[in-house]
């Protein structure tokens, strides 16, 4: 008998053990988590002094966002699962179709931005990158098309032009941005597919490179390393770059990317640079753990500006209208993490946070939530533009308070 | 029973210090290969900081790992009445390995604790476990032998 109570007794111990050790992990988690998700404490202000309108709901994650060349306030809108969509300025909403080959859609893997070539007006020829391949073998692949000049809009002759290498497991860290530059070829963003941060300094792959090609999907002759990874390098050392502009009147290229927990930077793209990562951060990794000891070392080019903790920029735009002219020339960057639409101007100290919009989402049943931001674009009209990311993600239209709609 | 949680807390510990200064150590290696100087200093100094910015999350893995691991090699060894010592570390070795393939598919991160990401980085830091459940049991039920030895 006393053995038999002795067995209850140490079972009993054990449970209790239990019971305070996943107590404590279930109080420890989310402070963990809430860590990682800190944002300054500087708050976003909300929308006063400006008018935002809801132009169009329920888009599934949304990625990218293009006014139409042509119709004004018109806009090709992406989706991460692949959907292509054609708003008009009144918020209806034309699917269009697009079979993109390879498409693989899981985690932050999908379809990603939509460009248009610079000849769009007598070409038609519209660009898309998107996550290609399957759940242990992909990479991020361009396809260009030929966008039809009436409607309904059609997609047609799509050719996958470039396929970034190798390909790899996961579904993290695509990159995934492209921008024009005045010679007509495009620049491409590209991911470190998070488990392989070390292969942004190896030269032989495109892993964690902005790469340039042709609208052909050739690499450019006078790229930095002709001779390496088939002569695409542009530039390399990045973690996940999902922002990408080029400013005509600087002729300057700015770029930024997403630290880990910290260190998001805004970058000076230049050809040849190595822009460090893992080897320098600002920023260390999710567990707390330091990726590198170090912030910068020679031959890496610092960035102009980091953000410390994250917020995850997710897109940005230079802003050229007349509704905002205090802004003009200024950054607008999109935050996911950071819920926010950041305004970045320089000054003698650099690159400074000149205002910051945040967006609630008026229609959730529950507590208005501050909206993660996922790409942000100026239209004809001067007014800014932003995508919402969520399920249900939103077009919405931002313009100074007072100003009349349409 | 203040035994018990006094030999779990004290493992844990020891667990979490040891692993965390092992993930270090395979982190500033990938830098190493990258050509990045790290000076004896700097490597110090990174120990320090992932100690006390790393090791509490690790601990809190390690932790949730035991409470499941530990009592099924307790039972298996009251089972076999035999080998208790040997289930424990192997538990811990066990249930770390299935722990960090756990925490990966939960996670929104391919893989959560860098250093696991390959072969020799995943056995080394679930050998932490192996220790986790050693250093229980050695404190726990320990041997007459070793109740015998000096406590320093």
């Keep these: ?406 | 029973m203040v035994r018990m949680i006094i030999a779990f807390v004290l493992a844990m510990v020891a667990a979490a210090i040891v692993g965390s200064i092992i993930q270090t150590q395979f982190n500033l290696a990938a830098l190493v290969e990258l050509s990045v100087p790290i000076s004896f200093d700097t490597r110090i100094s990174t120990i320090i900081h992932d100690l006390l910015h790393f090791s509490p999350t690790f601990a809190v893995i390690i932790a949730a790992v035991m409470v499941v691991a530990l009592p099924v090699a307790y039972a298996i060894s009251r089972w076999l009445d035999h080998g208790e010592r040997w289930w424990f570390t192997l538990a811990g070795f066990v249930g770390l390995l299935v722990g960090f393939y756990v925490v990966n598919e939960l996670a929104p991160m391919p893989t959560l604790i860098a250093a696991t990401r390959s072969w020799p980085g995943l056995v080394s830091m679930s050998l932490t476990g192996a220790l986790a459940g050693w250093l229980f049991d050695r404190l726990w039920h320990p041997t007459e032998q070793e109740l015998k030895e000096p406590v320093v």
């Design chain 1, 1 to 406: 008998m006393s053995t038999w109570r002795k067995k209850v007794k140490k079972i009993l111990l054990w449970l209790s053990l239990e019971l305070v050790i996943v107590v404590a992990a279930v109080l420890l988690i989310p402070q963990a988590q809430a860590s990682q998700s800190q944002v300054p404490d500087v708050e976003a202000e909300p929308t006063n002094g400006f008018g935002v309108m809801v132009i169009a709901n329920e888009l599934k994650h949304p990625w990218s966002l293009v006014e139409l060349p042509g119709h004004p306030l018109h806009f090709l809108v992406t989706e991460r699962d692949g959907g292509f969509k054609r708003i008009s300025e009144l918020g209806f909403i034309d699917d269009i179709p697009l079979v993109l080959p390879d498409l693989f859609v899981s985690g932050q893997a999908g379809l990603f931005a939509v460009s248009l070539a610079p000849d769009f007006a007598t070409s038609r020829a519209v660009f898309f990158s998107y996550a290609c391949g399957t759940a242990t073998a992909n990479s991020t692949c361009v396809v260009r098309g030929k966008l039809s000049g009436s409607l309904p809009l059609k997609v047609t002759g799509l050719t996958k032009i470039f396929t970034a290498q190798p390909l790899r497991e996961g579904a993290a860290h695509y990159g995934g941005r492209m921008v024009w530059l005045p010679d007509g070829t495009l620049l491409l963003t590209l991911g470190d597919g998070f488990d392989y941060r070390e292969q942004a300094q190896n030269l032989d792959n495109h892993i964690g490179k902005i790469v340039r090609m042709s609208p052909t999907g050739d690499a450019v002759a006078g790229n930095p390393f002709p001779n390496k990874a088939g002569g695409y390098i542009f530039s390399y050392g990045h973690r996940n770059s999902q922002g990408l502009v080029y400013d005509a009147e600087q002729n300057v290229i700015w770029q930024h990317e997403h630290g880990p927990r910290g260190g998001d930077e805004l970058n000076r793209l230049q050809a040849g640079k190595n822009y460090g990562w893992p080897m320098t951060s600002y920023g260390v990794d999710y567990t707390g753990a330091l990726v590198t000891p170090y912030k910068d070392l020679p031959g890496v080019t610092a960035p102009e500006y980091q953000w410390t903790p994250s917020l995850a920029p997710a897109d940005m735009v230079i802003y050229q209208g007349d509704l905002f002219s205090q802004w003009e020339g200024a950054l607008l960057v999109a935050q996911l993490a950071g819920r926010r639409l950041q305004v970045l101007q320089t000054s003698e100290n650099g690159w400074q946070v000149a205002h910051e919009l945040s967006f609630t989402d008026s229609a959730a049943d529950a507590e208005p939530n501050k909206q993660r931001i996922r790409a942000v674009t100026v239209a004809s009209d001067g007014a800014i533009y932003v995508l919402t990311d969520s399920s249900s993600g939103q077009l919405l239209r931002v313009t100074p308070a007072g100003h009349s709609s349409f």
